[in-house]
């Protein structure tokens, strides 16, 4: 069964700072992982996803990694800005187990 | 842009009442799926929906929870005989494809329930 860790749990930067959020997976039998941003209180809105063929993918200031066989994916944040605060959550997509999230970053970006 | 709805924002019940939630996917996508997540906890899969029938579901979607697609738009998932721990936001999303680069999730809004 697919369990997902994100470390750190929560990081609070001074605005500008470059930032990496880690997510870990058990399994690596994945097709995709996905990396979703959720504001409290709010749905989930998804921001990149990668597929397992793929190393990386990049959308404006996030660009996300997949090592698969290691079974790891960070999430990278360039010159962070307040509005980039929210809980950010990866979810792996598993043969057979649909998309499992993880518990989660929550980060803060301070003015 | 297209975008999943979610109705009601929030419902409150009583211990033991059947709730119906309310989901409209987004348009050309063809799977669906009902994800809940109890406060302060992780995002948890219920069951997912193509083509008329349920495709997968985990341990929590027990005979209490059902799924309907009643006509081309409306996505429900049905919770009888509620209890006190089915409080939670409920979360509906619409994927274009599985497993694929068309198979990213899309959620809503969620509907949160209180049971009382």
């Known amino acids: 069964k697919q369990e997902v860790t994100q470390i750190p749990a929560a990081l609070s930067v001074p605005e500008g700072e470059n930032l990496v959020l880690n997510c870990s997976f058990t399994?690596?039998?994945?097709?995709?992982l996905q990396w979703f941003r959720q504001d409290p209180g709010k749905g989930l809105t998804s921001l990149l996803l990668?597929?397992?063929?793929?190393r990386e993918q990049t959308s404006g200031r996030l660009n996300a990694s997949l090592d698969k066989s290691s079974g790891r994916s960070t999430l990278y944040i360039a010159a962070s800005q307040p509005g980039d605060s929210a809980t950010y959550l990866c979810?792996?997509?598993?043969?057979?187990?649909?998309?499992?999230f993880g518990p989660g970053t929550r980060l803060s970006v301070l003015p | 842009e297209p975008e999943v709805t979610q109705t009601p924002s929030h419902q409150v019940t009583q211990m033991g009442q059947e709730v119906i939630l309310r989901c409209v996917p987004i348009?050309?996508?063809?799977?669906f799926y009902w994800y809940r997540q109890i406060l302060g906890q992780k995002v948890e899969f219920l069951v997912s929906?193509?083509?008329?029938?349920?495709?997968?579901k985990s341990e929590i979607f027990d005979d209490q929870f059902s799924v309907e697609r009643p006509d081309g738009s409306n996505f429900t998932l049905k919770i009888r005989s509620t209890k006190l721990e089915d409080s939670a936001m409920y979360f509906c999303?619409?994927?274009?494809?599985?497993?694929?680069?068309?198979?990213?999730?899309?959620f809503g809004e969620g509907s949160r329930l209180t049971v009382l």
């Open positions: 999303a619409s994927s274009e494809a599985r497993h694929t680069n068309t198979g990213e999730l899309f």
């Open positions: 399994d690596s039998a994945i097709y995709n």
């Open positions: 990668i597929q397992s063929s793929q």
């Open positions: 979810a792996p997509d598993n043969y057979g187990q649909n998309f499992v």
């Open positions: 348009s050309n996508h063809l799977y």
């Open positions: 929906f193509y083509n008329n029938e349920i495709s997968e």
